[in-house]
């Protein structure tokens, strides 16, 4: 998001939700870093830490940014306005005859130079990303920090373990060049008021950028409750919601003899929870077999008759709802996006064969589908379960949120017999860390079919995807992603 307009601007808060439970990144850019734009920042830091469940972190996370933004802004500023006095910033010399008319000349005429680093193209970018156990927040600006303002920072970080409180900094530290020693001793400690240390910020110079990072832990008392309350859910599912709707075609072809096999896998294979019932009564002989044709052919036509009758009690027969709708339709749509990024890129040379990769496309959203039919005795247990824990509302929402859905769909599949690298792809592909070795191109694969979908849904923005992952495929540019999906629906 840019922008720089003085109205106020309105918070995506689904958006924001969305990010958090697919753990992408919230950008937000700006130039001149206006009040508007600060008073946003603030609404998507709230939203943004309560969908964490880390909301009390926010008065000091709140100082914490406004700061370092400030910083950014101004040494932005710093760059046109010893551009336009012909100094060079990286000349120690030129650097402290600079300084000493930086502040004065700037604030009586900082809009001239607030204009002059928007031409130029000097940007700040904070972002916000939950990754696997980490919370990362991170300010950008494309001014190269210098060798001595880098060093002056290390040493203010340093130095932090000797004052105790906001008094002793303010006796002890005073930065008459720029105030900025002052500030980043007070944000690490305003850190350590949260729990956490020096070790949690960070400034990294590359040869484009500043950054500076701070890292933050989840909510581990929390998440750890949300595991607790995922296992009890799907140690309580017995059957598999069936929609109504696709189970009037399924009896249509049970009543045949033969039962049409092809027009059987076509159904099976666009439909997330016949899918799953197919898998379900052979898996366990053949953990790695999930080709739904090959697996097929292991039934014979009376065994297909007795799976797939109301006399199943592994069936849930259910009414389609909206949720489910989406569910399915998206499903299918990423199932046919691996498939087909799968055959046309080749070089990547996937671990798998294409039908299980499409497989598991199709699968993946079990834990979501579960989820949406979540039966009275199931919500009664496991709302009784959370009330043993402190954190009962926050454990209960990150739940049923459907920031759970991925890892239900992993514990899911182990209840039923997958073999536990199909698992974890399922519930880890969108995170790196936990992608099992050998596995990497079919995370990928699956990865960029879901977030293409996630694109052309208009549920994720361009920016949100992985940059290692589009590089992989060979996509630079937002045109070359719009270009794809024209062609994988084509395909289609």
Request: net charge negative; glycine share 4%.
């Amino acid at each position: 998001m840019e922008e720089e307009l003085s109205e106020q601007l309105e918070v995506d808060t689904d958006k924001i939700k969305n990010a958090v439970r697919l753990q992408l990144p919230l950008e937000i850019t700006s130039y001149t870093l206006p009040r508007n734009i600060e008073i946003y920042i603030r609404k998507v830091l709230d939203i943004f830490l309560k969908e964490c469940r880390q909301e009390h972190m926010y008065e000091y996370l709140n100082f914490c940014l406004s700061e370092l933004l400030t910083n950014s802004k101004k040494a932005n500023t710093k760059r046109v306005y010893f551009a336009e006095k012909n100094l060079d910033i990286n000349n120690e010399n030129d650097y402290e005859k600079g300084m000493e008319t930086f502040k004065e000349d700037t604030l009586t005429n900082i809009n001239h130079y607030l204009e002059l680093q928007k031409k130029a193209g000097l940007y700040i970018k904070l972002s916000f990303q939950i990754k696997g156990e980490q919370i990362k927040m991170e300010i950008k600006n494309n001014a190269k920090i210098t060798s001595f303002e880098l060093a002056r920072i290390n040493k203010k970080i340093a130095s932090v373990q000797q004052y105790k409180s906001m008094e002793d900094v303010f006796t002890n530290v005073l930065d008459q060049s720029e105030g900025a020693g002052l500030g980043i001793i007070i944000i690490i400690l305003m850190l350590q008021k949260i729990g956490l240390s020096k070790e949690n910020y960070q400034v990294i110079a590359t040869e484009e950028e500043t950054i500076t990072r701070i890292i933050l832990p989840c909510n581990q008392k929390v998440f750890a409750g949300n595991e607790i309350l995922t296992y009890e859910f799907v140690k309580l599912q017995e059957n598999i919601p069936v929609r109504q709707i696709q189970f009037e075609e399924v009896k249509k072809l049970m009543a045949e003899s033969p039962i049409n096999r092809r027009d059987f896998y076509e159904l099976v294979r666009t439909d997330t929870s016949l899918a799953v019932l197919l898998l379900k009564y052979k898996i366990k002989d053949d953990p790695e077999e999930i080709d739904l044709e090959k697996v097929l052919k292991l039934y014979t036509d009376e065994e297909l008759k007795e799976v797939f009758s109301l006399e199943n009690k592994d069936i849930n027969l259910v009414e389609e709802s909206d949720i489910s709708k989406y569910l399915y339709c998206h499903a299918k749509d990423v199932a046919f996006y691996a498939y087909n990024l799968t055959k046309n890129y080749p070089d990547l040379n996937p671990q798998l064969a294409i039908e299980r990769i499409y497989t598991l496309g199709l699968i993946n959203p079990i834990g979501a589908v579960l989820l949406d039919n979540v039966s009275k005795e199931q919500v009664d247990y496991i709302n009784d379960l959370s009330n043993e824990y402190e954190d009962t509302e926050k454990i209960l929402d990150l739940f049923y949120s459907g920031n759970s859905n991925a890892y239900i769909s992993m514990i899911y599949a182990k209840k039923l017999g997958f073999s536990d690298l199909y698992a974890a792809l399922m519930g880890n592909w969108n995170n790196a860390g936990y992608i099992p070795e050998g596995m990497e191109s079919v995370a990928y694969i699956l990865y960029l079919a879901e977030f293409l979908k996630f694109y052309e849904e208009k549920n994720i923005e361009y920016y949100q995807i992985d940059k290692k992952v589009l590089k992989l495929f060979g996509i630079e540019t937002e045109e070359q992603v719009n270009c794809i999906i024209n062609k994988l629906k084509t395909e289609n």
